[in-house]
């Protein structure tokens, strides 16, 4: 036999659902529907915008160029105050890491089609990458910074002392030996690259990386420190190639449209 309570339950949930229908009736929520409708249309908006700039590669491709340019510009404007008047920018072409070697070095999606060969400067937003050691048609492949093989002409930034950076692989890190046995260097001091005859492998005023620790190694004639490069290694995407020295630039004229690569 069913108790007055157990009668009473079913009628109770009929009566609230009447006035749930009934308040999304007679209701209206706007500022709730507003807010909805700008979080979901700004949503929508962002995911679009990135479906339609992934669904044309002639677009994607124009803003990696003009990234590639926009570095090279930077760093042609890094060159020391003696640079020769009227040089331009450096001539460059963009590319992505596609593939990881366990010899330390890494795979780019450009190659003697868009102007790569080899010994020529790679790095990315961050700093130095490496220098590419063989190119195909399509692609190349990059020795990296921190390749044992590596050795690279650098200089402190600040007091332009010289010395030569080696690759430590199994610490992620480079050894920078100085040549001059009385050349301060002390932890956060700022490493670049010295730059090589006619800017092959290396361009000058790369930045490499930032000193970490200065080793106290017993009967060593010259300071030698420990230096963490600014480049991810582990992180590469894209990246940019210096193709050739920067372009003379006539006073008063802009730069030639393919001096970007």
Request: hydrophobic share 45%; aromatic share 4%; no cysteine.
């Amino acid at each position: 036999m069913r108790t007055a309570s157990g009668r009473r339950v079913p009628a109770l949930l009929v009566a609230v659902s009447v006035l749930l229908i009934a308040a999304d009736h007679w209701l209206t929520l706007p500022p709730l529907r507003a807010l909805g409708s700008a979080v979901y249309g700004s949503l929508e908006s962002g995911v679009s915008s990135v479906t339609r700039l992934a669904a044309d590669p002639r677009r994607l491709d124009g803003v990696e160029r003009e990234n590639a340019r926009l570095r090279a510009a930077l760093l042609a404007a890094r060159r020391p105050s003696q640079a020769p008047a009227g040089a331009g920018d450096y001539r460059v072409a963009p590319a992505h890491a596609i593939a990881f070697g366990r010899d330390q070095t890494v795979t780019i999606d450009a190659g003697t089609r868009a102007g790569v060969t080899g010994d020529m400067t790679v790095f990315d937003a961050d700093g130095l990458v490496g220098r590419v050691v063989r190119a195909g048609p399509s692609t190349a492949t990059v020795q990296l910074a921190t390749a044992a093989a590596a050795s690279i002409g650098a200089r402190l930034e600040t007091s332009r002392e010289v010395g030569l950076v080696t690759g430590v692989p199994e610490r992620g890190l480079l050894r920078l030996s100085l040549l001059s046995a009385t050349a301060a260097v002390r932890p956060g001091d700022r490493v670049v690259t010295l730059g090589s005859e006619n800017m092959r492998p290396y361009v000058p005023d790369v930045p490499i990386g930032t000193v970490v620790s200065v080793e106290r190694t017993p009967g060593a004639l010259t300071p030698t420190a420990l230096v963490r490069p600014f480049a991810r290694f582990t992180a590469l995407d894209l990246v940019t190639v210096v193709l050739g020295g920067p372009v003379a630039v006539p006073d008063g004229a802009e730069p030639p449209s393919g001096a970007a690569g």
